[in-house]
Structure formats: structure tokens, C-alpha cells
């Protein structure tokens, strides 16, 4: 098979485009899908200030490659969440690109600055360890990035990512979820910083790529709480539906923004922002999640767990 | 396992209902689903003269027997399609139901009516024979109910059908089609009668064990022309979920009416009915895409293919 751009050795096929590109022109393509992502979005400006969020994972070391690559004013964010080994190797991973690269990166650690590890913390008050590690990165993204005068937050989300949420939605029929689901989620809040997902139309297997032919370094192991997870379901799923008919993950997503979403946002309620009384971070309840998980952790009650409200 | 109603020895476990039943609590089970589906729903009031699509399998067989139990007036339609050895075999179940049970049925044979055979036809104009079916048995459902002055069509659609219908206009949010799903179609023109689908709540599974627990004979095997249908696809992917999470099947199809339908019937264009210039019946054209249809068998002309319009 031959590169559709040069003709040479196509060294990797995109089925849904029916496609081949050799590994120089694939990141031809794979830049310009990002550009045109962050164009017709309007994601940010050439010399905005950006938070990358960086996990170690192919996905965000591919856009924090990608966007220092395109020129963007850039940062990474690495939060060592205390999961046991996985979290230490993939700081050092972080720190090596960063060093490697001259690219500035802030590292936060929970069990340092706030004195508790995720996974106890989890077990302590019954809760999924998941469902406090997302609570508790998407408070620290903004807060960093509140602190430090940063315009958008970047992550590493992909399409496969992407279209297992919606499935997840779609499966329950979250419509508050639907109306929201979106690869720019403005800040309607000025303690809200806009949050940006320039991978959004790219698979898993195309960031793959990128990260083995420009040689970048990744932690290839799953966090080990993430197997199970529902979404891993999903994204099987897709990919069986994938194989029979090639393009269907991106037809799902795409049309459902094209035409699927204006449906539920044009009825969903409209979202009441507050400041946590304690930290004066976003919230729709009076104390934020984060800081209801810190007084748990203080406290080690289990009586009050913090389920009603969300942070964004 | 014991039977959750009496208590003797279960003969079926119900797993996203986490109950068992023996075969006659299934029996009173069953029959509860249907009742409650055509009252919750308003599918038809108890001196209504309904019209029964029979096709001879687990589905429809099942739902001719319990309305004929429930003490519905009942007759069953059956269209011989002129799919070879199948079509042959389903009429005389149909047939031997009916001189059995001593229930009324009208048997309607389209290469015998019509003068061609809907496999001969789909080869002739290059369509796939499901797409000509659904068209030939929609326009007939309809016709015969109309000049029998019944009141409406009942349907064997079950819950694993609705289901994957649901998650292939999903898969590409087919705005118009998501909209109008619904176990009630009702009449929306003094040409259109209504639609019902009473097992809508049951499963495949429940429908093969109520003709199986009375002994109803039916066709085992599935139409040849299924085979590799998008729809057995999305019933396997389905299957897969629900082994993963019981009751998400459900689940999906009724938050989807109880939630997101809402959204789409609000913002979809009302549709346009008109009468057939031809044969008077309701369609979206000029000229309905049965009457195309006949017009192209008789013609055998490939060059006006009846895609564009929708009858009801």
C-alpha cells in the first residue's frame, strides 16, 4: 500500500478514510486535523496561555507534543494522584519529556499538599476511586489554571473517548450530560476557564501512532482502576461497530453535534454557578466536592458523601 | 430456584427483573406486560377491531395468542412475500394456527395479487429486498386494515427490536425517525390507522418462552434476507450490555421514551401527508412507493428508484 500523499511506503492505514500514509505524511495529517480542530471550534487564539494536562498516557504526551509543535504558549500539568506505582512512573515520564524538551510543566501531588492518597481516601468513604479522581482533577486543572492567568485547560480526549461518553449518555439518556458533551466547553463563569479537547476527531490508535514515529515517551500501562470501567465496554463496543462499518464512531460523534445536540441544549436547564464557601471555587451546591472531600478526609466520616452538586 | 409468585420449582429466570417464574406465573406475568402496555399506552380499547401482522415466528405468534386470550377481537394478517421455501412455510403455521384456534385470518400473496415477487423485484432495481419489504408490508398493514374498517395494526415488535431500532438512529441521529418511534403511532390521517406494538416491553427471549410454554407453533427459522441486517448487528452489541449490566435494554428504550424522545418531537418538522394519485393511499409524495414500486415491476425500468417520500 502507498502513501496517498507522496506515493512512498504507507506505513499506517486509516480505514475510515480508506487512506494510507507514510509515517512523515501521517503527521501531516494528524497536524492539520489538530489546527482544524482548534480553528472551527475556536478553542484559543495564537497567543493564548495553555494548560495541557498531561497524564504520561499516549493521548496527552501526543497534544502536549502537538501544540508546543504548532508553536502554542504552552505549560503541562502533571497531578500524582497516590496510585501506587502507576502514579510515580508516570511523573517520571512527565518530568523526562519536560526536561527533554525545555517544556514547562507544573506537578501537583495530592498526598503532599493535601495529605491524602486517592485509593485510601476511596476506600475510607466507599466511594469509587474514579469518581474522586475525576472530581478531584477537574478542580485542580481549573484552579491551576485559574491561578496562574491560563485562557484553556487541554486535554488529551480522543474520539474513541469521545464516543464512549456519548454512548454512556445516550445509553441512560443523561440529558443534562448530552447538552453539555462538547469538544469546547466555554467558561460561563469568570472562575470557570474554558476547557478544550483538540484531539477530539483523532483515535486512540492514531495518537499511537504519533507518539512511536516521533519517538515520544509514554506510560504504556492502564491505570489499574480503570479496568472494569464501563467506558472500556463502550469503546469495545464502538469498535466492533467500527469493524463492520468502518467510520461509524466518527459519523456517531460528529452528527451528534451536527444535529444530535442542538435537541438537548436548546431544553436543558440552564446551570447555576456558585462559589464554594470555603475554597470560592465553581459549584452548583454551597461547598464544592473537592472541599467536601477534604473535610472527609479529615474527618474520615463516612456520613456525608459528597454526591449532590457538581463542580466544573 | 423457586418461582417468585408460588413458590414451586422456576422453569424461568428473568435476570433484569432478578426474578423466576414457573411456567404458568410466567403465563400471568405476560400477560400483566401486555395488559399494562395496551392501557399505560392507549394501544386500544376492549370492543376495538384490531388487525394482527402475523408472520408465523416466536414474536407475532405469541402476540395473536395472548390478545386472542385477553379476548380482543382479533383478526390475523398474514402477506406471503414470495421468499422461496420461507414465506411458503410461515403461511401454513399461519394457516394451521388459525383452523387450530379457529381464529379468523386474511392471507394476502404478493406475486399472486400483485404479479411479482419482491426478491425478482429487488434484483430487477438494484434494492435490497428488507427495504422493499418494510415498504410492500407498510402499505398493506395499512390497506387491508383500512377497507376492513379495523380500528388498528398491532405488531409483534419486541423489546430487543425497539432497542436496536433506537440505537441505529442513535448511531446516526436520525433526527425524524427519532421522533416518531414510539409504541403508539397514532392516526394522523383519515387514511392512516393506527399502530400498536404491545410486546414492546418483552423481550425475544419472553416471547419464545410464552409460545413455547403453550405449545403455539411457529417458525423457527429466520427470513434468509436477514442475514448480516444492521439490526442483528446492534441486537448482538445490545446482548452485550445487558450480560454486562441487566435491565440496561430496558433501560435504553424506555428513558428514551420516558426522557430524550421529548426533545426530538419538539423540534421535528411536522410531516406532510398526501393522498396516492394512484391507489389514494397516505404518502409523503406524489405518488406512494408502492405504487412506484408496481409501476417499476410492470415497466422492470431501473432509472426511477422510489427513495425519495414516505409512506406511513
Given at each position: 500500500?502507498?502513501?496517498?500523499?507522496?506515493?512512498?511506503?504507507?506505513?499506517?492505514?486509516?480505514?475510515?478514510?480508506?487512506?494510507?500514509?507514510?509515517?512523515?505524511?501521517?503527521?501531516?495529517?494528524?497536524?492539520?486535523?489538530?489546527?482544524?480542530?482548534?480553528k472551527r471550534e475556536k478553542?484559543?487564539?495564537?497567543?493564548?496561555?495553555?494548560?495541557?494536562?498531561?497524564?504520561?498516557?499516549?493521548?496527552?504526551?501526543?497534544?502536549?507534543?502537538?501544540?508546543?509543535?504548532?508553536?502554542?504558549?504552552?505549560?503541562?500539568?502533571?497531578?500524582?494522584?497516590g496510585i501506587c506505582g502507576?502514579?510515580?512512573?508516570?511523573?517520571?515520564?512527565?518530568?523526562?519529556?519536560?526536561?527533554?524538551?525545555?517544556?514547562?510543566?507544573?506537578i501537583k501531588n495530592i498526598?503532599?499538599?493535601?495529605?491524602?492518597?486517592?485509593?485510601?481516601?476511596?476506600?475510607?468513604?466507599?466511594?469509587?476511586?474514579?469518581?474522586?479522581?475525576?472530581?478531584?482533577?477537574?478542580?485542580?486543572?481549573?484552579?491551576?489554571?485559574?491561578?496562574?492567568?491560563?485562557?484553556?485547560?487541554?486535554?488529551?480526549?480522543?474520539?474513541?473517548?469521545?464516543?464512549?461518553?456519548?454512548?454512556?449518555?445516550?445509553?441512560?439518556?443523561?440529558?443534562?450530560?448530552?447538552?453539555?458533551?462538547?469538544?469546547?466547553?466555554?467558561?460561563?463563569?469568570?472562575?470557570?476557564?474554558?476547557?478544550?479537547?483538540?484531539?477530539?476527531?483523532?483515535?486512540?490508535?492514531?495518537?499511537?501512532?504519533?507518539?512511536?514515529?516521533?519517538?515520544?515517551?509514554?506510560?504504556?500501562?492502564?491505570?489499574?482502576?480503570?479496568?472494569?470501567?464501563?467506558?472500556?465496554?463502550?469503546?469495545?463496543?464502538?469498535?466492533?461497530?467500527?469493524?463492520?462499518?468502518?467510520?461509524?464512531?466518527?459519523?456517531?460523534?460528529?452528527?451528534?453535534?451536527?444535529?444530535?445536540?442542538?435537541?438537548?441544549?436548546?431544553?436543558?436547564?440552564?446551570?447555576?454557578?456558585?462559589?464554594?464557601?470555603?475554597?470560592?471555587?465553581?459549584?452548583?451546591?454551597?461547598?464544592?466536592?473537592?472541599?467536601?472531600?477534604?473535610?472527609?478526609?479529615?474527618?474520615?466520616?463516612?456520613?456525608?458523601?459528597?454526591?449532590?452538586?457538581?463542580?466544573?
Amino acid at each position: 500500500m502507498r502513501c496517498r500523499r507522496c506515493g512512498e511506503k504507507a506505513e499506517i492505514y486509516l480505514k475510515r478514510h480508506n487512506t494510507a500514509f507514510c509515517s512523515s505524511c501521517f503527521q501531516v495529517y494528524y497536524s492539520e486535523q489538530v489546527k482544524r480542530n482548534i480553528k472551527r471550534e475556536k478553542m484559543f487564539k495564537p497567543n493564548d496561555r495553555i494548560l495541557v494536562v498531561v497524564s504520561g498516557g499516549k493521548d496527552s504526551m501526543a497534544l502536549w507534543h502537538i501544540l508546543l509543535k504548532l508553536g502554542y504558549n504552552v505549560t503541562g500539568m502533571y497531578i500524582n494522584l497516590g496510585i501506587c506505582g502507576y502514579s510515580d512512573r508516570s511523573q517520571e515520564v512527565v518530568e523526562r519529556y519536560s526536561q527533554a524538551n525545555n517544556a514547562p510543566v507544573i506537578i501537583k501531588n495530592i498526598e503532599k499538599e493535601y495529605g491524602f492518597s486517592i485509593p485510601a481516601l476511596a476506600r475510607e468513604i466507599r466511594r469509587s476511586t474514579c469518581s474522586l479522581c475525576g472530581t478531584i482533577k477537574r478542580y485542580l486543572f481549573n484552579k491551576v489554571a485559574l491561578d496562574g492567568g491560563f485562557d484553556a485547560v487541554a486535554t488529551g480526549h480522543n474520539l474513541d473517548d469521545e464516543a464512549a461518553t456519548l454512548l454512556g449518555n445516550v445509553l441512560s439518556w443523561q440529558e443534562g450530560y448530552l447538552a453539555r458533551q462538547s469538544p469546547v466547553l466555554p467558561s460561563t463563569h469568570p472562575k470557570l476557564v474554558k476547557k478544550v479537547k483538540p484531539l477530539y476527531t483523532l483515535t486512540e490508535r492514531e495518537n499511537l501512532a504519533y507518539v512511536l514515529f516521533n519517538g515520544i515517551e509514554f506510560i504504556h500501562e492502564e491505570c489499574p482502576h480503570a479496568l472494569g470501567a464501563s467506558s472500556i465496554l463502550y469503546k469495545e463496543i464502538l469498535n466492533k461497530l467500527e469493524d463492520e462499518s468502518p467510520g461509524t464512531k466518527q459519523r456517531f460523534l460528529t452528527n451528534f453535534y451536527k444535529k444530535g445536540k442542538k435537541f438537548f441544549e436548546k431544553y436543558s436547564e440552564p446551570v447555576k454557578l456558585n462559589e464554594c464557601k470555603i475554597c470560592g471555587q465553581v459549584t452548583t451546591a454551597e461547598i464544592c466536592s473537592f472541599c467536601r472531600l477534604r473535610q472527609m478526609a479529615e474527618k474520615k466520616k463516612v456520613d456525608s458523601m459528597p454526591q449532590e452538586g457538581e463542580d466544573f
